[in-house]
């Protein structure tokens, strides 16, 4: 079932103009990226065209048609695809999954590091701010990996991805769909701003940068 909504599209659109947490999640990237890379659920294409910006060779790979078509119409010079990125097969030598599914599922592993040649750069999100958070999920994936035998680094952060919005009713809107819907509570301040927004949420994101390299046969 797709993911996209025309309104959650319109909530991150705002985010993305209001902050530079892509700018900012691409600088922490960056270093761990080596040659091709295939970016893994490239949702709306933000993080795909910010690299590809920085001179990378990068492809986008998404099957939400509103995703899609919204990364396509808004950066036309990036490329995307509509493949299931589990269909793929050595297709970059870098695979990027930016907050994307869970590798100790059914097997994800394997299968997300088959659409690469050289290593996975998979990020873990904790759905949590730093401050409050207990790391459980990167935890267990650290876990999961050591248990497979992977070599691999781990590397924990956190940054800022503020939602702007123009009402209370939209404020309990957002709230619900990001927070109480999924069992998560709402820590962080809420300000209000006189100009452009007149409220703007406060959201930390916690997680895991695991850069994780593929056997040799």
């Given at each position: 079932?797709?993911?996209?909504?025309?309104?959650?599209?319109a909530f991150y659109e705002?985010?993305?103009?209001?902050?530079?947490?892509?700018?900012?999640?691409?600088?922490?990237?960056?270093?761990?990226?080596?040659?091709?890379?295939?970016?893994?659920?490239?949702?709306?294409?933000?993080?795909?065209?910010?690299?590809?910006?920085?001179?990378?060779v990068v492809t986008g790979?998404?099957?939400?048609?509103?995703?899609?078509?919204?990364?396509?119409?808004?950066?036309?010079?990036?490329?995307?695809?509509?493949?299931?990125?589990?269909?793929?097969?050595?297709?970059?030598?870098?695979?990027?999954?930016?907050?994307?599914?869970?590798?100790?599922?059914?097997?994800?592993?394997?299968?997300?590091?088959?659409?690469?040649?050289?290593?996975?750069?998979?990020?873990?999100?904790?759905?949590?701010?730093?401050?409050?958070?207990?790391?459980?999920?990167?935890?267990?994936?650290?876990?999961?990996?050591?248990?497979?035998?992977?070599?691999?680094?781990?590397?924990?952060?956190?940054?800022?991805?503020?939602?702007?919005?123009?009402?209370?009713?939209?404020?309990?809107?957002?709230?619900?769909?990001?927070?109480?819907?999924?069992?998560?509570?709402?820590?962080?301040?809420?300000?209000?701003?006189?100009?452009?927004?007149?409220?703007?949420?406060?959201?930390?994101?916690?997680?895991?940068?695991?850069?994780?390299?593929?056997?040799?046969?």
């Amino acid at each position: 079932m797709a993911w996209w909504t025309e309104k959650r599209i319109a909530f991150y659109e705002r985010a993305q103009e209001a902050s530079p947490f892509t700018s900012q999640l691409a600088d922490l990237i960056e270093p761990c990226l080596t040659g091709s890379i295939a970016e893994l659920g490239c949702g709306l294409g933000f993080m795909t065209d910010e690299l590809r910006r920085r001179g990378h060779v990068v492809t986008g790979y998404d099957t939400d048609p509103l995703a899609l078509a919204y990364a396509r119409s808004h950066f036309p010079l990036s490329s995307f695809s509509g493949e299931d990125c589990y269909s793929l097969k050595d297709v970059a030598d870098t695979s990027l999954a930016v907050f994307f599914g869970r590798p100790t599922v059914d097997d994800n592993l394997t299968r997300l590091m088959d659409t690469c040649t050289q290593r996975l750069v998979y990020i873990a999100n904790e759905h949590a701010d730093a401050a409050q958070c207990d790391w459980h999920i990167s935890a267990s994936t650290e876990a999961f990996l050591k248990d497979r035998g992977c070599r691999f680094t781990a590397k924990r952060c956190s940054l800022s991805f503020d939602q702007p919005l123009l009402d209370e009713v939209e404020l309990a809107e957002w709230t619900q769909e990001n927070y109480t819907r999924r069992g998560r509570t709402l820590t962080r301040p809420v300000s209000r701003r006189t100009q452009l927004w007149p409220i703007v949420v406060e959201c930390g994101k916690a997680f895991t940068i695991f850069i994780i390299e593929k056997k040799r046969n």
